[in-house]
C-alpha cells in the first residue's frame, strides 16, 4: 500500500483564501465518556463535538492582510475552511491562542494559531 500525499492546505477566512499552511494538527474531538453502572462498563455518552486547529506555519498570500492577533485580543471568532478527507470542513472558530517566534540569523519568523470550534459543515 502506498504512503498518502500530505501536501500543505490553503487556509481559508471569510471565504477568502488568506494563506497556506505548512504545518498544521486537526482534531474532531467525539466528546464521548465511559459510562458505568453496577456491573460495570455499560457504554459511551453522546457528547459535544469540538473541534480544534493548530496551524505551526503559514505563508501568507500578498495583499490580504488578517488579523489574527486583534482576533485573539479581541476575543472574535473567525470562519474557516479546512479542506480535510476530500470536504471542507466549514466552521466558526475561537482563536485560542497565537504564538510567534523569529530567527535573526535566518531573517524566519513563525508562529503557531490555535483555534477552537464545534461541529464542523462538511461541504
Known amino acids: 500500500m502506498a504512503l ?11 471565504s477568502k483564501k488568506v494563506g497556506t499552511a505548512f504545518g498544521t494538527r486537526y482534531m474532531l474531538d467525539a466528546g464521548r465518556q465511559k459510562l458505568f453502572g453496577a456491573e460495570g462498563y455499560f457504554s459511551h455518552s453522546k457528547g459535544a463535538v ?25 476575543q ?3 470562519s474557516i475552511g479546512i479542506p480535510f478527507a476530500g470536504k471542507t470542513h466549514k466552521l466558526d472558530m475561537a482563536v485560542i491562542s497565537n504564538e510567534a517566534s523569529s530567527n535573526t540569523e535566518t531573517g524566519r519568523v513563525e508562529g503557531t494559531i490555535i483555534m477552537e470550534g464545534g461541529v464542523p459543515e462538511l461541504t
Open 4 to 14: 498518502p500525499t500530505v501536501r500543505a492546505f490553503p487556509v481559508f477566512c471569510k
Open 50 to 74: 469540538t473541534t480544534r486547529l493548530e496551524i505551526q506555519y503559514v505563508v501568507p498570500v500578498a495583499g490580504v492582510n488578517v488579523k489574527f492577533i486583534e482576533d485573539t485580543i479581541l
Open 76 to 78: 472574535n471568532d473567525v
